[in-house]
């Protein structure tokens, strides 16, 4: 009986995995907002009964997208700079890379197109997913407060999707801001940490 059950998991699993494979297709083709889930049925080669059965209605189904999309992306990113030692520099690298693999995908790219509402802005702010997965990053490089760690992981994803929706003039300009800008906020050199630390104790001393 296990086995049943677990191999009815998995022909569920590859089931929605084709649903999301055709319903990618169509985002690389045009904007996201425009594909209905009638048109995301025909591609996948199934009725409108079988789609619903997996996903309930299309905010479902572009959440399963985003978050199965952000999981490869991050394992993709992950590998780029895992060889890199100095936090600082694979911070830099890892936002660099994630934009550019976003560029990269159509089907992606299209959820921050400016020629209509680039709701992949308001998915990647709401995502609980996105959020957990830029902290473990953020943990990667260095210990710090879970809470302060949360928060700087918000506000990353805020500014990278600001990027991807207004971007600079090409990847240096971007790469300058975000050593400039970025960098030093989320992930802020030692000297600068004691720094900080030594004056709160001179204010409250």
Same mark, same amino acid.
């Given at each position: 009986?296990?086995?049943?059950?677990?191999?009815?998991?998995?022909?569920?699993?590859?089931?929605?995995?084709?649903?999301?494979?055709?319903?990618?297709?169509?985002?690389?083709?045009?904007?996201?907002?425009?594909?209905?889930?009638?048109?995301?049925?025909?591609?996948?080669?199934?009725?409108?009964?079988?789609?619903?059965?997996?996903?309930?209605?299309?905010?479902?189904?572009?959440?399963?997208? &985003? @978050? !199965?999309? =952000?999981?490869? $992306?991050?394992?993709?990113? +992950?590998? #780029?700079?895992?060889?890199?030692?100095?936090?600082?520099?694979?911070?830099?690298?890892?936002?660099?890379?994630?934009?550019?693999?976003?560029?990269?995908?159509?089907?992606?790219?299209?959820?921050?197109?400016?020629?209509?509402?680039?709701?992949?802005?308001?998915?990647?702010?709401?995502?609980?997913?996105?959020?957990?997965?830029?902290?473990?990053?953020?943990?990667?490089?260095?210990?710090?407060?879970?809470?302060? &760690? @949360? !928060?700087? =992981?918000?506000? $990353?994803?805020?500014?990278? +999707?600001? #990027?991807?929706?207004?971007?600079?003039?090409?990847?240096?300009?971007?790469?300058?801001?975000?050593?400039?800008?970025?960098?030093?906020?989320?992930?802020?050199?030692?000297?600068?940490?004691?720094?900080?630390?030594?004056?709160?104790?001179?204010?409250?001393?």
């Amino acid at each position: 009986m296990a086995g049943k059950d677990w191999l009815g998991s998995r022909r569920a699993e590859v089931a929605a995995d084709r649903i999301l494979d055709a319903a990618g297709e169509l985002f690389a083709g045009q904007h996201v907002s425009t594909v209905g889930m009638n048109d995301i049925a025909r591609a996948a080669g199934c009725s409108r009964a079988t789609l619903y059965r997996y996903f309930e209605n299309r905010e479902v189904l572009h959440t399963a997208y &985003v @978050h !199965r999309e =952000a999981y490869r $992306l991050h394992e993709q990113m +992950t590998e #780029l700079v895992n060889g890199i030692p100095d936090p600082r520099e694979r911070l830099l690298a890892g936002l660099s890379a994630s934009m550019k693999l976003v560029r990269e995908s159509p089907a992606l790219s299209s959820w921050f197109a400016t020629t209509d509402s680039p709701i992949g802005a308001e998915m990647a702010e709401q995502s609980e997913v996105i959020q957990a997965l830029t902290s473990g990053f953020l943990l990667s490089l260095r210990p710090d407060d879970p809470d302060v &760690v @949360h !928060r700087r =992981a918000r506000w $990353l994803v805020r500014v990278l +999707t600001s #990027l991807l929706i207004f971007p600079g003039r090409d990847a240096d300009d971007e790469r300058a801001m975000l050593e400039e800008f970025v960098v030093p906020m989320v992930c802020p050199n030692d000297s600068a940490v004691d720094g900080s630390k030594q004056n709160s104790e001179r204010s409250f001393g």
